[in-house]
């Protein structure tokens, strides 16, 4: 038997299915969604913060996060944050594909509980005001995901770096060639045995 909640916040929401939201909500209260499973997916160009980091800001962030309550009754959100993102390769400064899929592991403080006592595994967080954008949630979890530096294994526009290959290619085809012209090349074949 499938219960329904009423959740309030700043604008009118669908109802939330306990198990599933079909809709995510703007805002929310981590406290009066314990019990609740939010899954579903928020426009990253929704996310004004992210955007310096991302090379353009097509596509959508997954989510898939449990509400709860921990035995001290304070709300803990568990769950994934998945993404496709397209960054700037710091090296040729050419878009990059970077897929994100990240565990979340939240422990909700209010303001002047301290983190002395967060169970193992979860990182605190202290929210001054509540109910809290649920898209500035998602958008802190992708940020803390992020490399410090993104660059390609081998750049694919990067010109000195495909000559430098090139270069690689050519010498050792003619040191293999070398080898075999040179007349001496059957003498290293020979082993000195004394």
């Known amino acids: 038997m499938k219960q329904k909640f009423q959740v309030r916040f700043c604008r009118p929401v669908s109802m939330v299915t306990l198990g599933l939201s079909l809709?995510?909500?703007?805002?929310?209260?981590p406290k009066q969604l314990a019990g609740t499973r939010l899954k579903g997916a928020v426009a990253l160009a929704q996310m004004?913060?992210?955007?310096?980091?991302?090379?353009?800001?097509?596509g959508n962030v997954k989510i898939d996060w449990l509400f709860?309550?921990?035995?001290?009754?304070?709300?803990?959100?568990?769950?994934?944050?998945?993404?496709?993102?397209?960054?700037q390769c710091q090296r040729c400064l050419q878009a990059m594909p970077w897929a994100i899929d990240a565990n979340v592991a939240l422990m909700i403080l209010k303001e002047g509980q301290t983190e002395d006592d967060l169970p193992v595994g979860y990182e605190s967080?202290?929210?001054?005001?509540?109910?809290?954008?649920?898209?500035t949630l998602i958008e802190d979890e992708l940020i803390l995901a992020l490399p410090i530096v993104v660059k390609h294994t081998d750049c694919p526009s990067n010109e000195f770096s495909q000559q430098m290959r090139e270069?690689?290619?050519s010498e050792k085809s003619e040191n293999n060639n070398n080898v075999q012209n040179n007349p001496f090349h059957v003498l290293s074949s020979l082993k000195i045995s004394k």
């Open 23 to 29: 809709t995510l909500p703007t805002f929310i209260d």
């Open 48 to 58: 004004s913060r992210l955007h310096e980091s991302l090379y353009d800001s097509k």
């Open 68 to 87: 709860g309550l921990d035995d001290k009754q304070r709300p803990t959100i568990v769950g994934r944050v998945q993404a496709q993102l397209s960054l």
């Open 125 to 135: 967080l202290t929210l001054t005001k509540i109910p809290v954008s649920l898209t």
């Open 167 to 169: 270069s690689e290619k």
